[in-house]
């Protein structure tokens, strides 16, 4: 079965200081990798994608994320956090398998910058 | 542009009650589908379309239906509440359902059912 999984509820960060969100992945096949992030009280906002390709990925916001076939990773970074990243982040594979054409989602993982 | 609009954004129901979450798009899109969010699960989806006329189930179905008459509106149907029902609902839309686009998400339905 495909899966996500994100092993930290929450990481604290100071700000200025650079930042990881850790994402493990399970599946059959190409995987097809996400990051969305949740502000309160709003709806997912994508970030970046992993289809195929160079490995770091480029997105919104200053954040990038590396994919790492051999460890089955997929870890969202950036630099230096700003108090403003503070938010909900989900990492998510693209069901390739089921027909249902869904993502499936980790279960977050809280960020919250510290000035 | 309005992306995805859910209304409305929040509902307190009684058990067996019925009620209509709306979600409408103005971005042209195929696919549309709608997420529960619960603390510690993650999103699961409930119920997809990849185009008009065209709807099916995701993994969590039971207590909903949907339809998808135009293009653009994609209502999910609570047909007798239960607090099982609980959660907050995410309506998402993309071009279409391949893996080259990401999501957009309205801003969510938060539901209690009492």
């Known amino acids: 079965a495909q899966s996500v999984a994100q092993p930290e509820d929450q990481v604290n960060v100071a700000e200025g200081n650079p930042l990881t969100v850790k994402c493990t992945y399970s599946?059959?096949?190409?995987?097809?990798l996400f990051w969305y992030v949740q502000y309160p009280n709003r709806g997912l906002q994508f970030l970046l994608k992993?289809?195929?390709?160079?490995?770091l990925v480029k997105g919104s916001y200053g954040f990038e994320a590396e994919f790492n076939k051999s460890k089955t990773s997929f870890h969202l970074k950036k630099p230096s956090a700003l108090v403003s990243d503070s938010a909900l982040y989900f990492c998510?594979?693209?069901?390739?398998?089921?027909?249902?054409?869904?993502?499936?989602f980790g279960t977050g993982t809280r960020l919250k910058v510290l000035a | 542009n309005a992306g995805v609009t859910q209304t409305p954004k929040f509902q307190v129901l009684k058990t067996g009650q019925s009620m209509t979450l709306q979600c409408a798009q103005d971005?042209?899109?195929?696919?549309m589908s709608w997420y529960r969010q619960d603390p510690g699960m993650g999103l699961r989806l409930i119920h997809y379309?990849?185009?008009?006329?065209?709807?099916d189930q995701g993994e969590v179905p039971n207590g909903y239906n949907v339809s998808r008459s135009t293009t653009e509106d994609f209502p999910l149907r609570l047909l007798s509440a239960a607090p099982s029902q609980t959660s907050v609902y995410f309506c998402?839309?993309?071009?279409?359902?391949?893996?080259?686009?990401?999501?957009?998400f309205g801003s969510g339905t938060r539901l209690t059912v009492v």
């Open positions: 998510a594979v693209r069901d390739t398998t089921s027909g249902t054409y869904k993502y499936i």
């Open positions: 971005m042209n899109h195929e696919y």
């Open positions: 998402a839309s993309s071009v279409d359902y391949s893996v080259r686009y990401g999501y957009t």
């Open positions: 599946v059959s096949g190409n995987p097809y």
């Open positions: 992993y289809i195929t390709g160079d490995n």
């Open positions: 379309s990849v185009g008009a006329g065209i709807t």
